[in-house]
């Protein structure tokens, strides 16, 4: 089945530092990837959903020069988040799609990173 | 913008028992997911449903989605320890997003 590979999966960093955590579909082509976000005790909130060779589009409240995404293969999407601060501190967790295999495929998940901004 | 509700929010259940998780929508559903999570870890995708009164088993996990399109439950029979973790319910917005209910904490007391 298709499968999606997230790194790193733990990240511990000073305030200021930027973090760019990969996303990869490992056996399938992806033209559309999804970022999420997840707090403690609560559900996923969709940051934004990445391109392969556009810009990502970005849901409300999401700073897009805070949150850099780039699509520049079918199987790769990364997610940068610049000049970190505590309140980055969060986990993070992408998601894509096979739209080529048979019947209706569901998103798969990578397995998350765990951002922690000191 | 569509919003999911899961019933209850936490559920303990002893070893063994049967339990059901609903989720319900504020508009049609025109493709339901569920998926389980277990602390600080990826989603693992369960079950899709996409057509009205649907129902899909996987071992001792049942789902469906009621006629109306508006509501799914998803049913463990005889759990087992395995079975603990955060179960969240997701329905497609278009373009491929999904939207996920807040999520349902089950806990199995041995």
């Known amino acids: 089945g298709a499968v999606v590979s997230q790194h790193p999966s733990w990240v511990i960093c000073k305030s200021g530092t930027s973090v760019k955590i990969e996303c990869r579909s490992l056996?399938?082509?992806?033209?559309?990837m999804f970022w999420y976000r997840q707090f403690p005790k609560q559900s996923l909130m969709l940051m934004a959903t990445?391109?392969?060779?556009?810009?990502?589009?970005?849901e409300q409240g999401v700073e897009k020069d805070k949150f850099l995404i780039n699509h520049a293969s079918l199987t790769l999407s990364t997610l940068t988040v610049t000049s970190a601060h505590p309140e980055d501190s969060s986990f993070y967790i992408c998601s894509a799609r096979d739209l080529i295999g048979p019947g209706n495929q569901p998103q798969h998940f990578g397995d998350g990173t765990r951002l922690s901004i000191l | 913008s569509q919003e999911l509700e899961q019933s209850p929010q936490s559920l303990i259940v002893q070893e063994g028992k049967n339990l059901t998780i609903n989720c319900t929508s504020s508009k049609t559903l025109y493709g339901l997911y569920w998926y389980k999570q277990k602390y600080g870890e990826g989603l693992i995708f369960l079950m899709m449903l996409q057509k009205g009164g649907e129902e899909k088993s996987h071992e001792k996990i049942t789902a469906k989605l009621d006629e109306k399109k508006q509501q799914s439950s998803l049913h463990i029979t005889a759990s087992q320890p395995s079975h603990a973790g955060i179960y969240l319910c997701?329905?497609?917005?278009?373009?491929?997003?999904?939207?996920f209910g807040q999520g349902t904490r089950l806990t199995i007391n041995p």
């Open positions: 056996d399938f082509q992806a033209t559309t």
């Open positions: 990445s391109n392969e060779g556009s810009k990502a589009t970005y």
């Open positions: 997701g329905a497609d917005q278009g373009a491929q997003k999904l939207v």
